[in-house]
């Protein structure tokens, strides 16, 4: 593993863990759980909370559960549970047999509930959520009660039971932990415990029409799975009160809650909502599309789940909030391709070529290297032949003084093939350069002069003859700006970045590339690093691009070393 990439040695939920090791607190046992809500598809920052929760139980020898909060059964689906699953074993985690939901605990908490209805520590109350909301309160000033706070226990459980059994509609009434509407916390001021939903749940239909809160929810599913410690992201520390308070009050078992910092991505949003917009307006083609930070779309772009992996180590684990470049991922996406794509020609934008000299009608198959980080790679065979495909931008009939690479009268090298000197060119009625012609040198072939001449490029090129037609997606940011959601009076989608994607129907790659499968990656040379789009058709494959070439974050930080 590079130097830069190891992984934290020390972070503060590490160090908690080590210390209730020592104590032998939880009996020496690590138990965390990944407890996503299954109501959209998961973001690189679930990503990061995914690493930390399975990665420190490996690390402890311990366990990590796959628990999904499944409570509110107007926002879930099937769809999302089984897209929440496969993002997981992407990124290459296991929970073996301990798949767990919400739902499965329903009638445990149901119990739980009337257990504090019969303590004096719940009441049902008839507000309606306006009404609640007005006597809740302020940060600065105390709420009220309910006039319905102090009912007989009996006449709670009473109504409660009737509440379970759908005898009242929608919103008629909730079932509310009675502590304190004073509580400097507002969680604190009678938090909502159940509300009542008559809509059918992807996994228990129309048993319940009544659905625990996710504050009452959370807490108690940790307590049932005997989980140690709760890893959340930070905005719920002001609700650990609450967890604790329940937790407590029933005296069950009771785990360690510790909160870290989320991810935040310059150039990109982490709302699950506004993602949800992004969708639902037809801003991107679906929850997959390449631009969107979802799992599912930087698996459709081609970053790998190593290259995840390792930007959540890179990263490391925080106790206050802070936004990460965009480069740095980006950064560490490269480095692993680097060193496990395997090597392609490719044109995005097919300029012709002839070689006058070279026979007709011949085809050579030339070697080429596969991947020089990667040795075991091997080579593959490429053709050439007297009609060649290069990139446009290769080419210029009147070049400047730093353009070394093709112009008429100079010399270029082409990748794994021969030197060749422009001739002349043919162009349209435009005035704009359809054709280049050239001559070549049959004494340099595989790129080397036997008189030692040097040559101050060299292209990379697809023969004409056999090559393959493909459509190349090039990617960018789908924001233009580093903080599409701090922008003053403005709302996230006026930062929609009309570049953020451009098609290219008349791509050219080398043959080879026909033989590639949806998801692979591959590095076109000197282009970037492209995967194979599942679109792909069998004559005609789609590559998206995941990265380009140039590293910023390489050189950001040969720009902080100086300033040192």
């Known amino acids: 593993m590079d130097t830069e990439d190891k992984e934290q040695s020390r972070d503060f939920i590490r160090d908690i863990i080590d210390d209730d090791l020592k104590t032998g607190k939880y009996e020496g046992r690590v138990h965390t759980r990944f407890p996503p809500e299954p109501n959209g598809y998961l973001h690189i920052g679930h990503g990061k909370a995914i690493c930390l ?45 301990r798949l767990y939901f919400a739902s499965d605990y329903f009638d445990q908490m149901y119990e739980y509930a009337v257990q504090l209805v019969k303590d004096g520590k719940a009441y049902v109350d008839d507000l309606n959520a306006e009404e609640i909301s007005e006597h809740r309160g302020t940060l600065t000033s105390p709420g009220k009660n309910s006039p319905y706070r102090d009912r007989p226990v009996e006449e709670n459980l009473n109504l409660l039971e009737k509440m379970k059994a759908g005898e009242f509609g929608d919103g008629e009434k909730v079932l509310r932990a009675r502590i304190d509407m004073a509580h400097p916390n507002m969680n604190m001021r009678d938090p909502v415990m159940y509300r009542i939903l008559h809509a059918a749940h992807h996994r228990t239909g129309d048993k319940w029409c009544i659905y625990p809160m996710y504050d009452w929810a959370h807490g108690l599913e940790d307590s049932i799975e005997k989980i140690t410690h709760s890893i959340c992201s930070l905005e719920f520390e002001n609700h650990r009160p609450l967890y604790d308070w329940f937790l407590d009050e029933l005296g069950v078992y009771h785990p360690q809650q510790i909160e870290f910092a989320r991810l935040n991505l310059s150039y990109t949003i982490m709302s699950k909502r506004k993602l949800i917009r992004l969708v639902e307006e037809g801003d991107v083609s679906g929850w997959d599309d390449p631009r969107m930070p979802t799992i599912s779309g930087i698996r459709r772009r081609g970053y790998s789940p190593e290259s995840i992996r390792s930007f959540c180590r890179r990263i490391g684990v925080a106790k206050f909030n802070s936004t990460i470049s965009l480069e740095l991922l980006e950064h560490c996406v490269r480095q692993d391709l680097n060193k496990t794509s395997l090597r392609f020609m490719g044109v995005l934008r097919p300029l012709k070529v002839v070689i006058d000299n070279y026979p007709e009608g011949q085809v050579e198959e030339l070697d080429a290297v596969n991947n020089p980080e990667d040795p075991d790679a091997g080579t593959r065979k490429v053709p050439f032949s007297k009609v060649l495909y290069i990139e446009r931008e290769d080419f210029m009939e009147d070049p400047p003084k730093k353009f070394y690479r093709l112009s008429p009268g100079r010399e270029v090298r082409l990748r794994y093939a021969y030197f060749v000197t422009c001739t002349d060119v043919v162009k349209d009625e435009n ?34 003859e056999r090559a393959l037609d493909a459509e190349v997606r090039l990617y960018d940011k789908l924001f233009t700006v580093e903080d599409p959601l701090g922008q003053k009076d403005a709302d996230f989608r006026d930062f929609l970045n009309p570049d953020s994607l451009e098609i290219l129907k008349s791509c050219k790659a080398e043959p080879a590339a026909g033989n590639l499968k949806p998801f692979d990656r591959i590095q076109f040379e000197r282009i970037g690093y492209f995967c194979v789009d599942p679109d792909s058709a069998e004559e005609k494959p789609v590559f998206n691009r995941a990265v380009g070439l140039r590293d910023t974050w390489a050189r950001i930080q040969k720009q902080q070393k100086k300033k040192k």
């Not at 999904?68 to 059964?73: E, H, I, L, Q, V």
């Not at 040198?441 to 490029?457: E, H, I, L, N």
């Open 431 to 464: 005035g704009e350069v359809i054709e280049v012609h050239c001559t070549y040198d049959p004494a340099t072939r595989g790129g080397d002069s036997p008189d030692g001449r040097k040559v101050k490029s060299t292209l990379h090129w697809v023969s004409a």
């Open 53 to 97: 929760n399975f990665g420190i139980a490996e690390q402890y020898g311990g366990l990590c559960n796959l628990r999904f909060d499944d409570t509110n059964p107007t926002r879930e689906g099937e769809e999302y549970v089984q897209s929440i699953i496969e993002d997981i074993k992407w990124l290459g985690f296991d929970w073996e047999d």
